[in-house]
């Protein structure tokens, strides 16, 4: 009884396994190559899958998904002889996981040693300046020459990425140096234009100023002249309602010679003409008052003593006119 228990032992270990190696579960996104006997058979896609056990085997599984590869610094050679360090981001996918099994030992490997070659190639025809401003026409450039020669291993390149463009260290000192230059540069042309525009402003601002100042000045010489006219307009008004007599006019006529004499600066004055008439008329309004108080003698030698004291200032007037 007991070597037919082991065989039974030994028949149920072995449909297990069998019924293991059958049935093969391939998850979503992925496929799995299989060999029957070493040669290729047929791709397994996702789900639940039978093989042959002990026949067919599972060479290879492959993920169908998006993969992204990065790769490490390179060192580049541009036109100009520089050497530049270059950083590259591969995103590719299988589309095909019979030829990526079959078709190339090892498509990351084939993949990043194409990516050196043909990036080596792009960067050799542009100088250190065009390399580093002209990262979508390398990548673009870069991305067509992947795509052509990965398509027969079964693998598409989706994108390629420059992660970083690093030139020696002595020409980004000189970068640096030539930015902070530029930087100096368009500081000193806005500070400029800052001090112009202020300039222009404070100009703008001092010629609306004295126009404005100008302007009131006028205003208000015009508002004092017009109050000066109407100032002598009432007193001649005022003169002609009282009426005055030519003794009164003779009398104010006197009182503003002193006036006329004020100040340091007078040096030379002139009498009018018209002082004699004035005098006249003030001598005849004495003679008529001496009359009515010191008598007809009185009246007569003052009248005399008048009339040779307007002669006197006849004389006396025109040394002082030549």
């Keep these: 009884m007991e070597p037919i228990i082991i065989v039974l032992i030994i028949l149920v270990v072995l449909v297990f396994i069998a019924l293991i190696k059958t049935i093969q579960v391939i998850p979503q996104a992925s496929a799995a190559i299989v060999e029957r006997f070493g040669r290729y058979t047929r791709t397994l896609n996702a789900g639940l899958n039978i093989v042959v056990p002990f026949i067919d085997s599972i060479r290879n599984r492959i993920d169908l998904r998006e993969q992204v590869v990065p790769f490490p610094p390179q060192p ?16 590719y996918q299988v589309t095909d996981a019979r030829a990526a099994t079959y078709e190339v030992a090892s498509y990351i490997q084939a993949i990043e040693q194409l990516t050196v070659t043909t ?10 300046e065009r390399t580093l401003t002209s990262r979508e026409e390398i990548n673009a450039a870069l ?5 052509e020669a990965t398509g027969k291993w079964g693998i598409r390149v989706n994108r390629v990425e420059l992660k970083a463009i690093e030139p020696p260290t002595s020409i980004q000192d000189s970068m640096e140096k030539q930015m902070r230059a530029d930087r100096d540069k368009r500081a000193a042309i806005l500070t400029a234009e800052g001090t112009r525009q202020a300039a222009i402003l404070t100009a703008e601002g001092e010629k609306q100023s004295q126009i404005l100042r100008a302007e009131g000045e006028a205003k208000a010489a015009a508002l004092r002249a017009e109050g000066e006219a109407q100032a002598i307009r009432t007193v001649f008004e005022s003169i002609h309602a009282g009426d005055p007599d030519q003794k009164l006019l003779s009398y104010q006529y006197l009182q503003m010679l002193p006036k006329i004499a004020e100040g340091d600066a007078n040096k030379l ?14 001598s005849g309004a004495i003679g008529n008052f ?3 108080t010191g008598g007809p003698a009185a009246g007569s030698s003052g009248a005399s003593g008048n009339g040779a004291t307007g002669t006197g200032a006849d004389r006396r007037e025109k040394p002082s006119i030549d």
């Design 76 to 91: 580049v050679i541009t036109q100009d002889n520089l050497v530049v360090n270059i950083d590259t981001v591969i995103y």
């Design 119 to 128: 990036l080596r190639n792009i960067i050799g025809g542009m100088d250190l």
């Design 143 to 147: 991305r067509g020459v992947l795509d």
């Design 269 to 282: 004055w002139i009498v009018p003409s018209e002082i004699g008439d004035a005098l006249k008329g003030l």
């Design 290 to 292: 001496g009359p009515m």
